[in-house]
């Protein structure tokens, strides 16, 4: 499916993959995040972005039911998690890349993709591959023994090979050399678009992030203090830094850019 | 050369179940990440309910048995066998170990020793405490091979094991569950996110190992018969083969298991030749695993993988104890009072009970405050207990000399197994110390050469003329002697409150919070251990002398691993990390007042052993922080609502009881 600007308002009002519907989250009792409410098309690529302790991180853990939700909700194709376990959640297609990459040092880039499809599914394969062919030539090697770019390679492809509706995908540019991260991302991208994977995507680098995602949402201090098209973000880059450095005008009301 | 030969094979009856718990260990291990010490016990409950269908046709549960009107076959008898282990390990995974999956280390060591004591009480109750004899499963037989001929079973029988542990491996190596179980291993968050559930690989896991643990024990007990102590307690060589292996590879496991057992048993031969020193007769298979343990782990000098996990919990938080004189008073008073209103047995229990609640205080002092978990603190009250029968009757020191004497003894042997505790920690120096306890047990205790089975009598402790004395005549339980225990006591426990306030208190608990952090702080993490080894061992010597006077002669019933196990129980009952929790330990523990009650009102002493393994696994579960500890935690609870009522808002709170509070990361 080759994809054109003008189709992406379509996909996004279409019934959303993954929605949280005033989501509190937190530790302990504390909320860490506080009043979440954003949405995943299929298709859509959101970029959730803030500085170190806005809640970026948190938000993902309470998507996978890896944190339970104060107050609110997350629905996943409609159905709220309920009581679901973090593991049937992934099941029902909602996966996370954790910042960590969720690879496992002790077995082979084979044992990975073995782990990731619950079937056998050889076309499958054949397509993610395609998108990855360094991982082809290391097929037999242990994945602590691979370079911070394979492996987060080998994170993306395990993901894609699982046939997720939702991809949530945490600091990828963590640890990896600026030029491998632009090659990446405009590629996972495209992938998400062909396959109509609603993508999330926490990120350090603003520009980058917004120059791939259809939508920006930034938080700060645990809530939102902006959503926008990333176009509007981008070229908006005052809004964006002063919505990071928890501008006054941020403090308590949520901006929104019109668009 | 021939007799060699015949005794290795011997020996690979030994070593194949050694593979089947040394497997066992391994799979669950990489599954849960606990190191179950009970697999030896539950891999024997379902070769009990083989053995007992093959003797007279009676199906035993746990409670209640059916009868069968014949004796069901050998396939029959072990299908069901078999079904019973699978029973065992679901029901253990899901009421036991699930709940303690994200538990501190301390939590899921204590949770598997109740198991095991647990399970042990129950075949002794149900099947009895005596040998039974097993009917073989496998054909009797020699092959003639070298001139030699050697006996078919023990080959045929580790052929089997080799073969199911090769059917683990295979498991792992090649089903997507399997890689999904070593994957979780690893890193169980990823696991999770990639759709796997790392409980219900660990519920297979647990399954595999108690049934793989049973066909071992199945096999093996139609060589040997079963014993329930027997059995229990060779989980230690299946450890140590564990360690050996690094708790990663089956390859390993095999290997080790089978050398291992055929080592031990030309140990066994080697010991009858006239040229062996009948000092070193005794125990040596058990010395055996320890040294080769201790010696890999320091030739390997590396740290032995630990498994990444979800979360962990912290370790019971510990409140610095401050000498406060009216309760010192009150509980010295309550004790004088207890000691006089009672005569005889009972006197007698609550004089018992004050011992146990020194003993509880050693593993308050290693484990509570140090971090370190040592099981091996029965076998340093055993060495003090069998240093004072020498010490007292061959050389006649008087009393309170003979006492600090032998408590030195046991503390020399604390420092030595302290060193292990330099490289390693968690539930691998579990491993180490009740490894070092069975050595000791065997080598030491059951050597008569060093401890004459007649007995070892100890002469009665007298002060400037005054006799202190156990019994006198007809006084079974003499105030004299109960009185010199409670003032050895008060002086011991006034002795650690003023360590545990002071600094070295501080250093232990630094220590056991982060070994890293504490080191860049400046605290000598080695000389920290070795003084808490030392302080434990010192207090848990006392114990062990004070037993010794009480019984006026020991034997080596008198301190079996068993015992020291279950002290600690009790210790982790009342609670692990406070002088309170000892004194409920005490009044708790083996032979003390509660039992002697049970004993004597209720007619339930049998029962003691099971009903302490049932409590500790419940209290491990519900309430980590021990029964003291929960009762701190209310009284502070009580106390922060009294504060905040008459000073009407949050900010009376702050600044009360909480700072007191020394939280721990582990």
């Known amino acids: 499916m080759p994809e054109s600007p003008a189709q992406e308002p379509t996909e996004a009002s279409r019934e959303p993959l993954l929605e949280t519907v005033d989501l509190a989250a937190g530790y302990n009792g504390v909320a860490a995040i506080r009043g979440l409410s954003l949405s995943v098309g299929p298709g859509e690529v959101v970029a959730l972005l803030g500085p170190n302790g806005a809640g970026k991180t948190t938000s993902l853990l309470a998507m996978v039911g890896l944190v339970r939700p104060l107050a609110g909700e997350v629905r996943v194709l409609g159905a709220p998690l309920g009581r679901r376990r973090p593991h049937q959640i992934a099941r029902a297609g909602v996966l996370l890349v954790p910042d960590d990459r969720g690879i496992f040092y ?28 360094v991982l082809r030539k ?24 699982a046939r997720p509706k939702v991809l949530i995908i945490d600091e990828m540019s963590l640890g990896l050399a600026p ?81 | 050369m021939g007799t060699f030969l015949q005794f290795v094979v011997l020996g690979l009856g030994l070593g194949s179940i050694y593979i089947g718990l040394g497997t066992g260990l391994l799979l669950v291990h990489r599954a849960t990440g606990i190191i179950n010490f009970a697999q030896g016990a539950m891999a024997m409950w379902g070769a009990y309910v083989f053995a007992q269908l093959r003797v007279d046709g009676r199906l035993v549960f746990p409670i209640g048995s059916i009868e069968f009107a014949r004796r069901p076959t050998v396939a029959v008898a072990a299908v ?6 699978f029973v065992l390990g679901l029901v253990v995974h899901y009421l036991v170990f699930r709940p303690v999956r994200n538990a501190p280390v301390l939590a899921q060591v204590v949770v598997s020793v109740a198991v095991m004591i647990t399970l042990q009480a129950l075949v ?13 499963i496998l054909p009797e037989g020699t092959i003639h091979v070298l001139d030699v001929d050697l006996p078919t079973r023990e080959i045929i029988m580790a052929a089997i094991m080799v073969v199911l542990a090769a059917a683990v491996w295979a498991y792992l190596r090649f089903t997507r569950a399997g890689v999904a179980t070593r994957a979780a291993s690893e890193n169980e968050r990823a696991a999770v996110l990639m759709g796997f559930s790392p409980d219900r690989l660990a519920a297979v896991a647990q399954v595999v190992a108690v049934m793989i643990g049973t066909i071992s024990v199945m096999l093996g007990s139609s060589l040997t018969g079963l014993n329930p102590d027997n059995y229990t307690l060779l989980v230690v060589p299946a450890l140590a083969v564990l360690l050996v292996a690094r708790m990663e590879s089956i390859g390993v496991v095999v290997v080790a298991a089978l050398l291992l057992g055929a080592f031990q048993s030309v ?28 010696v890999i782990l320091f030739v390997q000098g590396k740290r032995l993988p630990s498994r990444g996990s979800l979360q962990t919990l912290r370790l019971p938080d510990v409140a610095i104890p401050k000498l406060k004189p009216i309760p010192a008073v009150i509980l010295l008073v309550l004790g004088v009072a207890a000691l006089s209103l009672t005569t005889g047995t009972y006197r007698f229990g609550v004089t018992t009970s004050i011992i146990v609640m020194l003993l509880a205080l050693s593993y308050v002092v290693i484990t509570g405050y140090l971090g370190q978990i040592s099981l091996a603190q029965g076998a340093f009250a055993g060495a003090a207990g069998f240093c004072l029968s020498k010490v007292t009757t061959e050389w006649g020191v008087p009393f309170p000399l003979s006492l600090i004497l032998c408590a030195l003894v046991a503390t020399a042997l604390g420092m ?72 050895v006591a008060a002086i011991l426990v006034w002795v650690f409150i003023r360590v545990a306030s002071g600094d070295t208190g501080r250093t232990f ?106 409590g500790l696994i419940l209290t491990a579960i519900l309430n980590p922080v021990g029964i003291a500890g929960a009762t701190r935690e209310q009284v502070d609870w009580v106390r922060s609502k009294l504060r905040r009522g008459p000073a009407a808002g949050p900010s009376a709170e702050t600044g009360s009881a909480a700072p007191r509070k020394e939280p721990s990361r582990v």
């Open chain 1, 106 to 133: 002790g077995l082979t880039v084979r044992e990975h993709l073995r782990l990731a499809a619950r079937k056998a599914d050889a076309e499958r394969e054949t397509q993610v591959l395609d998108r990855f062919p």
């Open chain 1, 138 to 161: 290391l097929e037999g090697r242990r994945a602590g023994l691979m370079s911070g770019g394979e492996q987060q390679m080998l994170a993306i492809a395990k993901a894609l090979l």
């Open chain 1, 179 to 259: 030029k491998i991260v632009q090659e990446m991302l405009p590629a996972i991208r495209d992938l998400a678009k062909e396959d109509g994977i609603g993508l999330v995507l926490v990120e350090q680098h603003i520009e980058l992030a917004l120059s791939i995602a259809d939508r920006g949402v930034i938080l700060n201090h645990g809530r939102v203090v902006l959503t926008g098209a990333a176009g509007d973000l981008l070229r908006d880059r005052h809004l964006v830094e002063a919505a990071y450095f928890g501008a006054e005008q941020f403090a308590d009301t949520e901006g929104t850019l019109a668009g």
């Open chain 2, 80 to 85: 069901i066998g078999l079904v019973t282990a």
């Open chain 2, 124 to 136: 002794v109750l149900r099947f009895g405490a005596n040998n039974i004899d097993v009917a073989s």
């Open chain 2, 267 to 294: 140990i066994g031969l080697l010991v009858t030749k006239s040229w062996w020193p009948v000092w070193a007769q005794s125990g040596l298979d058990q010395v055996i695993p320890f040294a080769v343990v201790m």
């Open chain 2, 416 to 487: 030595l197994v302290a060193l292990p505790a330099f490289r390693i920690r968690g539930a691998q120096l579990a491993i180490i110390t009740i490894a070092a306890a069975l050595a000791i047990e065997r080598f030491v205790f059951n050597n008569y050469t060093l401890t004459p089975p007649e007995g070892n009598p100890i002469a009665d402790a007298t002060l400037l003329g005054l006799n202190l004395g156990v019994r006198e005549g007809r006084d079974l339980s003499r105030m004299a002697f109960s009185l010199m225990v409670l003032v």
């Open chain 2, 509 to 614: 608990l630094a220590v056991r919070a982060n070994e890293r952090a504490a080191a860049s702080s400046g605290i000598n993490v080695r000389k920290t251990k070795l003084i808490g080894f030392a302080i434990s061992a010192f207090i848990a010597g006392i114990a062990g002398c004070l037993i010794g006077f009480s019984r006026g002669q020991l034997s080596a019933e008198s301190f079996t691993v068993f015992a020291g196990l279950q002290v600690l129980a009790v210790a982790y009952l009342g609670g692990i990390t406070s002088v309170g929790g000892a004194i409920v330990a005490g009044v708790l523990g083996p032979l003390g007042i509660v039992y002697v009650l049970l004993r004597g009102v209720f007619d339930l002493g049998e029962y003691y052993p099971l009903i302490s393994g049932l």
